[in-house]
């Protein structure tokens, strides 16, 4: 265990800033929180092994969460820096990923997390979601691009779909003649080589898609801009999942913060969502 003494020699508890870094040290017992979610001041937070406070993306075991430049969890709609949303859970602060129903309308988030919009293909069939809003259309006729496409109640597209410009499911890439870059939250890239071939009068498109991935799990990948410059008042710290507890001492757990299973596949998983933030916003509790 760590503690932290001042120069008096008394014992510090708390948030306490080093070197730029944010500790927090256990009321009670001095005990520094390292490798574990803590929830302070009704707030998640994240410790690295060393005890220092996680910021930006992190990822566990295939999920990813974010936290903003002030240590805190962040749940529902986000938009980045370059205008692509993504969808935290509002329970556990997961990454939505695959299909999801929210406010009873359905979504599709790429493995990188990013809100698909336009043509989707998904085993074998076809989806349209919105490109302003990215809910997916069912049981309705539109017209897209000047062409009449029919849905049914599953969002299928029943029409001819020659010609169209369509991101796969399976890697997150669109059918195009130039590569695609998938980058954020984890650290990737995407190559693609496409041969044409012209049959008739039917042009057939072959896309091949290598994709390079190098998060570890466990680790901070993309970290977010900001600069820490004071601490709050020490705070009340409650127990995660998992955790012990003796007197004003926890002993925070390696849980996530909620045992709340986030959909990855086909199945919907219905969910509240609140209004709509930058990824990179931060909030005022917590390190400031």
């Given amino acids: 265990k760590w503690y932290y003494l001042k120069a008096d020699g008394t014992m510090s508890t708390g948030w306490v800033q080093l070197n730029d870094k944010w500790y927090y040290f256990q009321p009670g017992d001095g005990t520094l929180i390292m490798d574990s979610w803590a929830k302070i001041d009704d707030k998640w937070y994240r410790f690295e092994s060393n005890g220092v406070m996680q910021t930006g993306w992190y990822s ?22 370059s205008g692509n949303k993504y969808y935290l859970d509002s329970e556990n602060g997961k990454m939505a990923q695959g299909w999801k129903t929210i406010d009873n309308n359905k979504y599709y988030f790429a493995q990188n997390g990013k809100m698909v919009t336009g043509w989707l293909e998904y085993n074998g069939s076809y989806y349209y979601l919105d490109k302003e809003n990215g809910k997916m259309v069912k049981n309705k006729t539109v017209t897209i691009d000047n ?18 410009s369509v991101t796969h499911a399976t890697t997150g890439t669109t059918q195009t003649t130039s590569s695609d870059t998938i980058s954020s939250p984890e650290s990737s890239s995407s190559t693609s080589t ?62 996530a913060p909620a045992n709340v299973s986030t959909n990855t596949g086909s199945t919907q998983t219905s969910v509240s969502v609140s209004g709509s933030s930058s990824l990179n916003e931060g909030l005022t509790v917590g390190p400031k």
């Fill in 60 to 81: 566990n075991n295939g999920a990813y969460y974010y936290l903003n430049t002030k240590g805190v969890m962040q749940t529902g709609w986000k938009t980045d820096t």
């Fill in 147 to 164: 062409t009449e496409y029919s849905f049914n109640s599953d969002g299928a597209c029943t029409s001819n779909v020659n010609g169209i």
């Fill in 194 to 255: 496409t041969n044409t071939s012209v049959n008739g009068s039917t042009t057939v498109t072959t896309t091949t898609t290598t994709v390079t991935t190098n998060t570890s799990s466990g680790t901070t990948t993309t970290p977010a801009s900001g600069t820490v410059t004071s601490g709050p008042t020490s705070g009340t710290v409650t127990i995660s999942p998992g955790s012990t507890s003796s007197g004003n001492s926890i002993t925070a757990s390696s849980a």
